[in-house]
Structures are given as structure tokens and as C-alpha cells.
């Protein structure tokens, strides 16, 4: 029996050892270091035997050998144990470090907070309110005077009715507050998958600047939004929205029922 699909085999190795880091804490340069140290043992181990000229084990290792090699072929147990090590270390990386300098350790402050930051994304517009994603560089008390750098990401809930654009530097002054969690659905769960941490309702926002963001993305942006304003122009409701959000992953304007 031969493997046919080493990238199923990696992918998954890879899961195991997401798993795995969600159980055992160790640091990413540890389980980067058991990387290096599997795949450095198993370049060493055919050094020698090259060295040797002795393919042939001892007896009593030659049939357990065999069949591991026949049936992880073309990939080595070594390149598996490895991919466990680096889905393990891909866990820890994705972890938020709670300390001074990450937005997510203001959470939850009775005093308001105004933060400063830069939008990463076009507004997610809703029906009764507008979604921004920022990525934070400073903030303070509302009663300080001096800033301090901070760094992560922060979900803020505005208004309806402004013009927001993806790169615009904004300033927000609310409570931070930690996520909530529903019966039915984590709203916690759901933003760290993101890789946000942080999330401000009903806050006051104003914009500092503009285009301070990637000029890249700044075009597909307006790409995507040129192209938004076609379909509309072309099809009808519901029509126009599905295929929005087929096309160009715009899904906030599908009707429920249509959803």
C-alpha cells in the first residue's frame, strides 16, 4: 500500500499538531526546534547508512522499517512528525499575547478609550449599523493626554450613513470591550478566528486621513466596487445581490429569504 496523496497526509499531519499545540503549551520556537530536530535526525540517519553501505536493519527492526517507509511513501514518518510540529507551532503564533502593548488588554475598562487607527478593509454596511475593521497603533484614557502604542485589531460599531473608505485613519472614542458570547453563536469564537480581540459598540468615530493603506489593494478595492455598481446597473434585486455575493463575496445586501 503506497501513498497516493502526500498533500492529505500533510494537511492533515498538520491539523493533528493544531491540535495538539491547543493541548500542550510550549513556546512556537520549541515546536519549530522538534521540527528542525526530526527532519535534522532523519537526513542523519541516511547519511549513515549511506556511509555504511548496510541497507539491510537488524532482524528484528527490518519488518516494522519496511512497512513504515512502504506505506507513507514518497513521505517520510520524519516530513509527517515535522508538519505535526509546525501545525502546533502555527497554533501558538495565533495566539494573541495579552500584555500592555496588545489592544486586547484594555478590554473591559470602565473608563472610555480613544483609539487611533487605520481601516483594513471597506466598511461591512448593514441595514441598521457599519462594521469597521481597524488595525490600532495608539490609544489613551479619554481623560490622558499622551497616546500609548498599542498594536492587534479592533471591530467598531457605528451609525449608518457616513462615507467610509478601506485606508482611511480614523479615531474612535467608546468602551473596548471584550466580544460577547450568545447561546446559539460565539461572537468571541468567531472574531479570534480573525484574529480580533477587541470590539467597540455605538462608538464616536472621525476620520484623521486618507489613503493610508496598501495603494494594491486600494485599486481592487475600487475595482470591486466598480464592478458592485455594474451589476446593480445590469440586474435587478434579488438578482443583482446574489450575484454580488457570488462573484465578489458581497453578501450584506442578499435578502434573507434569498439567504
Keep these: 500500500m503506497t501513498l497516493r496523496y502526500p498533500l492529505l497526509y500533510l494537511s492533515v499531519a498538520f491539523v493533528v499538531g493544531i491540535l495538539l499545540g491547543s493541548q500542550v503549551s510550549l513556546p512556537i520556537l520549541g515546536w519549530v526546534a522538534l521540527a528542525a530536530a526530526v527532519l535534522g535526525a532523519r537526513m542523519l540517519q541516511r547519511r549513515i547508512n549511506r556511509a555504511s553501505k ?21 513521505l517520510p514518518l520524519a516530513v509527517l512528525l515535522a508538519a505535526v510540529c509546525l501545525g502546533a507551532a502555527r497554533f501558538q503564533a495565533a495566539q494573541p499575547v495579552h500584555e500592555s502593548g496588545f ?19 471597506p466598511p461591512d ?12 497603533d495608539r490609544l489613551r484614557l479619554s481623560y490622558d493626554l499622551e497616546f500609548v502604542p498599542v498594536h492587534g485589531l479592533l471591530l467598531a460599531r457605528l451609525p449608518v450613513g457616513a462615507n467610509w473608505r ?15 458570547e450568545y447561546l446559539e453563536f460565539s461572537y468571541r469564537e468567531y472574531l479570534a478566528r480573525q484574529g480580533v480581540y477587541s470590539y467597540m459598540r455605538d462608538a464616536h468615530a472621525f476620520v484623521l486621513g486618507h489613503d493610508q493603506g496598501s495603494p494594491i489593494l486600494t485599486a481592487i478595492y475600487n475595482l470591486r466596487q466598480q464592478a458592485l455598481e455594474l451589476i ?11 450575484m454580488a455575493g457570488i462573484l465578489l463575496g458581497l453578501q450584506n445586501g442578499i435578502p434573507q429569504d434569498v439567504q
Design 54 to 74: 548496510e541497507h539491510r536493519p537488524p532482524p528484528h527492526q527490518d519488518r516494522l522499517t519496511t512497512r513504515i517507509n512502504t506505506f507513507f511513501q514518497p
Design 103 to 121: 489592544i486586547g488588554w484594555y478590554n473591559d475598562l470602565e473608563s472610555k478609550l480613544i483609539v487611533e487607527g487605520t481601516l483594513i478593509e
Design 125 to 136: 454596511e448593514r441595514d441598521r449599523y457599519t462594521n469597521l475593521r481597524i488595525k490600532v
Design 166 to 180: 478601506y485606508g482611511d485613519r480614523v479615531r474612535l472614542e467608546g468602551h473596548l470591550q471584550t466580544p460577547p
Design 232 to 242: 446593480y446597473r445590469l440586474y435587478p434585486d434579488p438578482e443583482a445581490s446574489l
